[in-house]
């Protein structure tokens, strides 16, 4: 099966590319194939059980229909550990599908490649 990483920095501030970045990852894992979002900086708020309740424009699919979606195929968060720490974000708030760690962890899921996105 084939990976795909997906890179995001950007959290509620900009939903629209948070929006887009999880069409991405939904059609990845509904098709099959084994999907990670790395959280870094404000998107690390994304992870948090119940914060993301947003719609990013007249259309769009709801945030919290693509988390569940996502969730639902399978895909998983890794949530960076230091932006984690340095927002003061409690780890047992998490989605149930997100795991605090860090580019280490990271590389070894990718390991032999992934397809990448960066949002």
């Known amino acids: 099966m084939s990976k795909v990483a997906i890179s995001l920095t950007t959290g ?3 939903a629209e590319k948070v929006t887009v970045a999880f069409l ?6 509904e098709g099959g194939r084994d999907t990670l979002i790395f959280l ?3 998107a ?8 993301a309740r947003a719609t990013a424009c007249d259309g769009c699919p709801p945030l919290t229909d693509l ?11 890794i949530a960076c550990g230091v932006c984690v720490q340095a927002k003061g974000i409690d780890a047992s708030t998490l989605v149930a599908n997100a795991e605090v760690a860090g580019t280490v ?10 397809t990448t996105f960066s949002f």
């Open 12 to 14: 509620l501030e900009d």
């Open 24 to 29: 991405v990852a939904v059609g990845a894992a």
């Open 40 to 42: 870094t900086k404000e």
């Open 44 to 51: 690390v708020r994304l992870a948090i059980d119940g914060f």
């Open 67 to 77: 988390m569940a979606r996502f969730a639902a195929a399978g895909g998983r968060y």
């Open 105 to 114: 962890q990271l590389w070894e899921w990718i390991g032999d490649g992934a």
